[in-house]
């Protein structure tokens, strides 16, 4: 069964700061995308990584895949407030069902002054 | 364009009664599912369509059905409501394997 890790699970970071989100997962796959959730909001694409390698950047967010350790990372730059939301990692399996999307837990950032 | 358009935002049900949560999308897509976030989780995939009149479970299925008649349309129908179906129900669409997907709003649902 697919599992998608991330962590961590609760942040908070000063303005200004520097760090990175991890998210792991267990079986094979290409495709790895990013979300953001605003409180009581719905969710809204970051990234899309579909290959080994892949790097994508928007502002002063940066994500990276690597299918060969089964890992994503997503890195916060300079953080500002308005970064202050959760980050969650989503998966899609290679495997006949292939549209069965799973999810992390989730990791709530807060950017704090 | 719309986008993805769920009602209704919030509901609250007694134990056993049934009701359909709507979802509706104008931006062509094939591929459409309802996912359900319990607080401080993430997102769990209830079931998903690939095109009108294909339907397939996914990782949560139990006590829910759906059907996909129209492209734009996938409504999600809950028979027999219970306290674990207290949640929040998302519904998405995207164009396809290795594309993003576009969520709504979400329906707030409670069962009492």
């Known amino acids: 069964e697919l599992k998608v890790e991330q962590n961590p699970l609760f942040l908070s970071m000063q303005e200004g700061k520097n760090y990175t989100i991890y998210c792991n997962y267990s079986?094979?796959?290409?495709?790895l995308y990013w979300y953001r959730q605003d409180p009581g909001k719905s969710l809204e694409s970051l990234f899309v990584?579909?290959?080994?390698?892949a790097v994508k950047q928007e502002g002063r967010l940066m994500a990276s895949l690597d299918t060969k350790a089964r890992l994503s990372t997503l890195h916060i730059t300079a953080a500002v407030h308005d970064l202050s939301a959760t980050y969650f990692c989503?998966?899609?399996?290679?495997?006949?069902?292939?549209?069965?999307?799973?999810f992390g837990a989730g990791t709530r950032l807060t950017v704090k002054p | 364009n719309a986008g993805v358009t769920q009602t209704p935002k919030f509901r609250i049900l007694k134990i056993g009664q049934s009701m359909t949560l709507q979802c509706a999308q104008d931006?062509?897509?094939?591929?459409m599912y309802w996912y359900r976030q319990d607080p401080g989780m993430g997102l769990k995939l209830i079931y998903y369509s690939v095109g009108a009149g294909i339907t397939d479970k996914g990782e949560v299925p139990n006590g829910y059905n759906v059907s996909r008649s129209t492209t734009e349309d996938f409504p999600l129908r809950l028979e027999l409501a219970a306290p674990s179906q207290t949640s929040v129900y998302f519904c998405a669409s995207d164009r396809g394997s290795y594309n993003e997907q576009f969520f709504g709003p979400g329906t707030r649902l409670t069962v009492l």
């Open positions: 079986t094979t796959s290409d495709r």
């Open positions: 931006m062509n897509h094939n591929y």
């Open positions: 990584l579909l290959s080994n390698g």
């Open positions: 989503a998966v899609d399996p290679l495997s006949y069902n292939n549209n069965d999307m799973r």
